[in-house]
């Protein structure tokens, strides 16, 4: 690794060797054979370091040249470059090895240069007027360093882990910093921290043509953005909203799924209003509402969970729009959402994806209020068929299903009366099934499903006027089971 732009060694004279050098020029010196195939230089460099001081290594050494000393010790550890369209990381080999090796040695030199930049700070002849444009040009790339070992990755290790972490925590502390979020976003809404220059490293790293040949930045971005969250991040939507894009539009599960959860923070953490600003939630929308299709349940929970956060922003501007030009309410995202939800429910046979459809209708069917009477016909159809499924020890998909039941009836109570047979068959069905199945069920699963069929009884028998109980008389007396009698008895005596 060549380090141009540094002082190259004197000529010696003819008659009588020349003094020794200051350490600062030693230090500049010891860059040169800085090579992956020398890293016997790091440790005379840290020795060299710890030698010159602060007052000598600060004073003669300028900030490009301490920035440079840092950007190459980076790239002295960066994990090798990988082909653009390779399916996925190789495994824990010898390259990846000898990675985390250099990245542990690279990290304590970086130790040595953060220690001596604290130093620096108290004394009188340097202080802040000379460490603080030190601290401002090396702060990026040392985080960027450290993050990027500091995540569990095949070109880390346990050594380098450790060492990346308190380099991270010595730069916050050399920031006067408590936190890291605090060393991104800054210590006041109006003081702009190092989020800025953190993603100037990013950005050319996290385009179209080279983010997938560092297979590192994008786990650096993804741990990075959680640390900066509003009112911070809205400044920096430009920055943050592309790649994050880009990695959910990727062929692989984990960087679809790593996307999305980007996307998802921006959408908790920016307002409204920036977002609708030039498209961008309807972009975000479609993004989301893509993935859908796939069929993998951790993906689809967390695009769900994303919409569930995105919709009300989308819908508000909606209403906004209708009112401003005296339209009737039209259906709204949320109701494309919980149609195609529902036509994947109904012909799903995967036990995960289905019970990931069941634990996240509930939500959507609040978020529709009274609105989901127009779904009525397809979500009866869900509910019965979920009902009559085990999925099971811990029945997460029917537990699911009767929350929806109970919130479906709760909004849309007036037209329920007419669908009282079917459910009412179908949950005296779902009580007798838990009753006799002898799985493993756990106990306090059973209970909760049969309480939960219960609750769905008496507010069905609320909103049809009391016709659940005529409908129960007969059932109640050839009943012969205690826990299903008992339930039908709290029906009855419910008021």
Known sequence: MELPGFV???????????????????VQRQLGPLTPEGPGALGELGALLEAAGGRRLFGDVSPAALGELVASLSRFAAPPEQQQEAAELPGKDGAYEAVAERAAEAGAVLLRLLAELEAARTEETLGDPVVGPILRRVAAPIYVFAVTHVVDGPWTSTRSRSVAGDLLESLVRAADCVSVAEFLRGKKEDEEGRFAAVMGLLKQELTKDTWKRNPAMKHVFAWTLPHVTRPWLSRYLESVLPPSLLISDDYREENKILGVRCLHHIILNVPGADLCQFNRAQVVYHALYNHLYSREAPLIQAVLLCLLD?????????????QQQQQPRAPTRCDEVLQLLLTHMEAEHRLALRRVYAGTLPAFVRRLGVLVARHLKRLERVIVGYLEVCDGPEEEARLGILETLRCTIEHAWPRMPCRLPV??????????DVHADRGPTPEPVRAALLRGATECLILLDRCSEGRVKILLEGVDGSCEESCVRDCLRKVRENT
């Open 8 to 26: 190259q060694p004197p000529q010696l004279p003819r008659e009588r060797p020349p003094p020794a050098p200051p350490p600062a020029e030693r």
């Open 310 to 322: 995105l919709l009300p922003v989308l819908e508000k501007a909606q209403r906004r729009q209708e």
């Open 423 to 432: 459910l009412l068959k179908a949950l005296l069905r779902m009580m007798w």
